[in-house]
């Protein structure tokens, strides 16, 4: 299912997304300031162009790093770039797959495309710091990460308790 759905996508405007987010990258890549941004359209480019078996998680969900100086001035550098993005183009993208995915869900047989419409749609507006990985290594980070969180809650009511 997911090689027929990537490949329907693909041939009916996967290819050409994928394509305007690869020369959006180019051009973001040639202001090296842009570098950030860079990144984040070729992600989104892998994901336009076969979003079927595909998730995205946040680049700190994905490598395990704790708040650091260096990780919360990466941080804080993706919300500035993040937040121009949004005000510029990020906008205009998202609106545009959330239009295709409402189109797109008013037949039956459209409503996966649909779905990753408004998956896209979400990650159009805020992409830097994303990463598309296979939605098994997604499900496995999240449930690590969830793990993680358990234990140290269940740490801290467990010392409470006992004070």
């Known amino acids: 299912m997911r090689f027929a759905g990537n490949v329907i996508w693909f041939v009916f405007g996967g290819a050409f997304i994928a394509l305007m987010w690869l ?44 708040t650091t100086a260096i990780t919360a001035l990466t941080g804080t550098i993706g919300f500035v770039v993040n937040l121009l ?34 998956k896209l749609a979400g990650l159009s507006f805020w992409p830097v710091g994303r990463r598309v990985v296979p939605i098994e290594l997604a499900n496995e980070v999240r449930k690590r990460n969830a793990e993680k969180k358990l234990d140290k809650i269940r740490g801290t009511q467990v010392a409470t308790q006992r004070g």
């Not at 950030?36 to 892998?46: F, G």
């Open 23 to 66: 020369i959006g990258a180019l051009i973001a890549a040639l202001t090296i300031v842009g570098l950030p941004l860079s990144r984040a359209a070729i992600e989104m480019a892998k994901l336009s162009a076969f979003p079927f078996g595909k998730d995205v998680v946040h680049v700190r969900e994905l490598d395990g790093k704790g």
């Open 85 to 118: 993005w949004a005000c510029t183009f990020g906008l205009g993208l998202f609106l545009s797959y959330l239009i295709a995915g409402v189109i797109n869900c008013i037949f039956i047989i459209t409503i996966p495309f649909g779905l990753q419409s408004f």
